[in-house]
């Protein structure tokens, strides 16, 4: 396989604004009933798993937005459109406290394999969604499940978007070059998501174990810990209905006080580190597929 060449470097170093040495965003996915509708179409008359879908907006939504509101934080809340069409209210709260929407698909769907045409009026439905809800044209992007085709980011360019979060090779945000353009890259990455520790449904996902809400504070809590102390990015990826349930909140509201206590630390919207990234002049970041000798 060819070795490491220029189009593959490692990404620049970053500096922070105003002093800060690291950052940090909370981002929650308020998926829905839309992943389960989208791996299994005939959940739709299986009461438990809606009803374990709607307590995010119903109730995880509430009490998170209680808690950003306590702690004076913004954060950034990626919605497909079906769920801002189910849920405009919801939506529109999230809005009205000042947090910021972006792009998660239309029924969270699984773009693997998907066709350049298909994805493109994926990206359009929700795009369509979520200005008719919430008047918003969003700025961010985050795939399902984080998969990206070769053509997504140019689809992406395409259509004005600003960022993405959903790859996986850096500790800090780039820029993605996109033919003869770019889009700013805000990586995320499995450890920091609370799918992998929360997520359970019978014949649908998960393992079957789900997670003390100490030990995912507790993998967390280091990450956050090294990522401070290498000037790194922290991005966080809560589920409502995940996240949003009580002790798990608990949990969150305990990463927040280590947030906080960290000198230092920015912790705002992804809409904002991407902004701060652009203005960096960074140079573009390439990726050949890579191809065996």
């Not at 009803?51 to 954060?75: C, D, E, K, S």
């Amino acid at each position: 396989m060819t070795g490491l060449t220029d189009a593959t470097r490692p990404a620049d170093p970053i500096t922070w604004p105003d002093g800060h040495r690291a950052a940090a965003a909370l981002t929650f996915d308020l998926d829905a009933e839309a992943v389960m509708l989208t791996a299994d179409p005939a959940s739709a008359d299986r009461l438990m798993v809606m009803t374990h879908q709607a307590y995010g907006p119903l109730t995880g939504v509430p009490r998170i937005l209680a808690l950003l509101r306590r702690r004076g934080l913004r954060a950034t809340f990626f919605v497909p459109g079906f769920t801002a069409e189910r849920y405009p209210s919801v939506v529109a709260a999230i809005a009205g406290d000042g947090h910021e929407l972006a792009h998660h698909s239309y029924l969270h769907e699984s773009v693997r394999g998907m066709s350049r045409a298909a994805e493109a009026a994926m990206l359009d439905r929700g795009l369509d969604a979520l200005d008719k809800v919430a008047g918003v044209r969003p700025v961010g992007y985050r795939a399902p499940m984080w998969e990206m085709n070769r053509h997504t980011p140019e689809l992406l360019v395409e259509r004005g978007f600003e960022y993405d979060s959903s790859l996986m090779d850096c500790d800090v945000p780039y820029l993605l070059g996109v033919g003869e353009g770019d889009i700013v890259e805000v990586p995320p990455h499995w450890a920091l998501d609370d799918w992998e520790q929360y997520a359970y449904l019978p014949d649908l996902v998960g393992s079957g174990l789900i997670e003390s809400p100490a030990k995912a504070l507790e993998m967390w809590s280091w990450e956050l810990e090294a990522t401070h102390a290498e000037g790194a990015c922290f991005v966080l990826t809560c589920h409502p209905f995940l996240t949003g349930r009580p002790g798990r909140m608990r949990a969150l509201d305990r990463l927040i006080d280590l947030m906080t206590s960290l000198d230092g630390l920015w912790i705002t919207t992804l809409a904002d580190i991407a902004a701060h990234t652009r203005g960096l002049g960074l140079q573009p970041r390439h990726f050949p597929r890579p191809e065996i000798d």
